[in-house]
């Protein structure tokens, strides 16, 4: 054992690959890993990640690295870095929950949800959450860089600070990328945000 990895689940090349009625818990470094692939995960509870032993970083409830994951009725909660991460893809959350992300050992990160662009590729993510809560988040309850949101009839409150630096605490944090140069979108339709630790929506350069 070299103390790296250590995931739940990892799909790669793959497609209509579903998880239903499942509890993904105390894995290392992601719950839930997905490299070009297509996945579903309905009723699905992925919590609780840790880092990795040797490196002491991400601890990610789900990572999605090229490909289209769609997330139904689901918990993610008291995972590390992000709840889910989003990285030149496309995503779909639908009833879902992230909850209490938990920074990484760097005092780092701790979004609820976070989309970036794929400076390998030049794919942009694409995400819509709809009817969903994000709660108790750090850094940021939705972070996008150089990729679409959209927030549909979902709530974001309650995020915390940055625990490393005490900034940030955004709701909604929104921006160019800053290696690409990639803008950013965003969609905000019958959706709460409220309560955050600084501004409750912040953009630049979209």
Known sequence: ?????????SVHDSTG???RRSLVAGNRS??????????RLDEVAVRDTFAEEVSGLFGRGVEMQGGNVEIYRSLLAENRSSG????????????VVVR???PESTGLFGDGVRAEDDPATGLRSD???????????RAAGVAALGSTIKLDYSV????????SSGHFGRGVDVSHASDTGATADLTIHRSLIATNATTTAATSAM
């Open 17 to 19: 690959v579903q998880v």
């Open 156 to 163: 974001v409150r309650d995020t915390l600070s940055e625990q």
């Open 84 to 95: 889910v991460t989003v990285l030149g893809s496309a995503a779909i959350l639908d009833n």
């Open 100 to 102: 209490d992300t938990i």
């Open 30 to 39: 992601h719950g839930v890993f997905v490299a070009d692939s297509t996945l």
């Open 127 to 137: 995400v819509t959450l709809q009817g969903s809560l994000l709660i108790r988040n």
């Open 1 to 9: 054992a070299t103390g790296s990895l250590g995931r739940g689940i």
